[in-house]
């Protein structure tokens, strides 16, 4: 009974406050209104109707915020002359606001009262959306609307949040250095508000789970935001997402999970692709944004990333990848991709392994299935020689397996590659098998 009325008088806190705005009470007042026009359905089961609420309500707030955040510059140039009264005049959505540290005749707020007014407006606003999603589950449209501006209010420097002052963006930054949630260090309320936010993606899915972008921003708002930093959390919602979604959205999944696991972002230019960087002898992993190629703009966990200065450049700088899965636990889902959806990805596992996860056993692996143009079952493609889609040739490939089994000949040998026949067969001109694979040897290939 307790909390039943407490969730009451928060509602009632958040009707009492759209009622202040005559702007938005008219739009109350069509929702509310159940008689339709003729061969029409009634406003409260419009989309564009609710859109246009939730619209004038983010209007409304960035006024607010707005002005606080000026309100907040004057107060902090003009500490020496706290004795002079500063007024400042605001008019949002139909309503008056008079500003003063002063509480005098004709003053409506002071700036604290002005600070919980944007408090209680927020609040009003996820009621609104709330309230949008419970009479029309299955559209995207709101629910999008809803999902960002929640995500949103746990980032400090996003404008969403309630104060967008100068300390708040400093701290910020340090949480952003450091992948810290900011709102750990700030207020306890909004670790409530993440299981909120979680609980409300889980019910958007329910209806629209064949949207790839739900679940992208599901699994990015994780990652930003868990306070338990919990990689498995996030690698079932791209299992689940893989599950959910048809085959031909896969790589939009996958593409935002690779960058999550290797922290490779990948490129802005029009040509969608990236290079991590040189690692031992030259080595590197190109990352393709087909993402922004096909739909014009970056998944969300890449702009997320993009605007805190995530992700790593260079493969080899520890300043700036900061791992983020386990090793075994990448190495799984970076196998899983390689066999199961893009097979030319073994290169780049390769690189991985050498460079990254020192793995040098299975680098070798990799590389003589390249060599052999095996696909992973241990199958023949029967087409010629693999084709690189980073440009790498044949000859590259045999000197990178070369340098691989001889600064690493125990970990070879446990892979199951026998490193010693090979180079005896090949100087013999021979078609050598080595576990079950051959490789078609020529002169050249060995320089």
């Not at 009492?16 to 406003?43: D, K, M, R």
């Not at 003053?107 to 927020?122: C, D, S, V, Y």
């Not at 040189?278 to 990333?305: D, N, Q």
């Not at 990178?400 to 005896?424: L, M, N, Q, S, W």
Request: hydrophobic share 35%; glycine share 8%; aromatic share 8%.
């Amino acid at each position: 009974n307790n909390i039943i009325q407490s969730k009451m008088r928060a509602i009632k806190s958040c009707l009492s406050t759209i009622v202040s705005y005559p702007e938005l009470l008219q739009h109350e007042e069509t929702l509310n209104n159940s008689q339709g026009a003729a061969g029409s359905v009634s406003a409260c089961y419009d989309v564009m109707s609710w859109i246009a609420y939730l619209e004038s309500l983010d209007d409304v707030l960035d006024m607010l915020k707005e002005a606080h955040e000026n309100i907040n510059n004057q107060s902090a140039t003009s500490k020496k002359d706290h004795h002079v009264a500063r007024t400042t005049t605001l008019e949002a959505a139909g309503r008056t606001f008079r500003i003063s540290p002063i509480l005098a005749p004709g003053i409506t707020h002071t700036p604290a009262q002005f600070t919980k007014e944007i408090k209680q407006l927020i609040q009003a606003r996820i009621l609104v959306g709330e309230r949008s999603v419970s009479l029309l589950p299955g559209s995207y449209k709101l629910w999008k609307n809803h999902l960002t501006f929640r995500t949103g209010l746990l980032d400090m420097s996003s404008g969403k949040n309630n104060t967008g002052s100068g300390g708040n963006k400093d701290l910020q930054k340090i949480c952003n250095h450091n992948r810290i949630p900011s709102y750990l260090l700030t207020a306890s309320s909004k670790f409530k508000h993440y299981h909120a936010t979680v609980s409300a993606f889980e019910r958007s899915l329910v209806r629209l789970h064949k949207m790839p972008r739900l679940w992208l921003m599901y699994a990015t708002f994780v990652i930003l935001y868990d306070p338990e930093r919990n990689p498995t959390t996030v690698r079932r919602i791209y299992d689940r997402a893989l599950v959910a979604l048809p085959a031909s959205q896969h790589e939009r999944i996958w593409e935002e999970c690779l960058c999550w696991v290797t922290g490779i972002l990948p490129s802005n230019n029009s040509t969608g692709s990236s290079s991590s960087g040189s690692g031992e002898g030259g080595l590197s992993v190109t990352r393709k944004g087909i993402h922004k190629v096909k739909y014009g703009f970056e998944s969300p966990l890449v702009a997320e990333w993009r605007k805190r200065g995530w992700g790593c450049g260079q493969l080899q700088s520890e300043n700036e990848y900061i791992p983020t899965v386990p090793t075994e636990t990448a190495l799984r889902i970076l196998r899983r991709y390689a066999q199961c959806f893009d097979t030319t990805f073994r290169e780049d596992l390769a690189t991985l392994c050498i460079t990254r996860y020192e793995r040098f056993g299975e680098a070798a692996s990799l590389l003589l299935q390249l060599l052999n143009n095996e696909q992973p079952d241990g199958n023949s493609n029967g087409g010629g020689a693999f084709l690189s889609p980073n440009g790498t040739t044949r000859h590259e490939l045999w000197l990178r397996f070369a340098d691989v089994c001889t600064a690493h000949p125990t970990e070879a040998k446990v892979a199951g590659v026998d490193f010693d026949g090979i180079i005896r067969a090949v100087l013999k001109g021979q078609d050598v098998r080595s576990g079950g694979s051959g490789i078609a040897a020529g002169g050249n290939d060995l320089g």
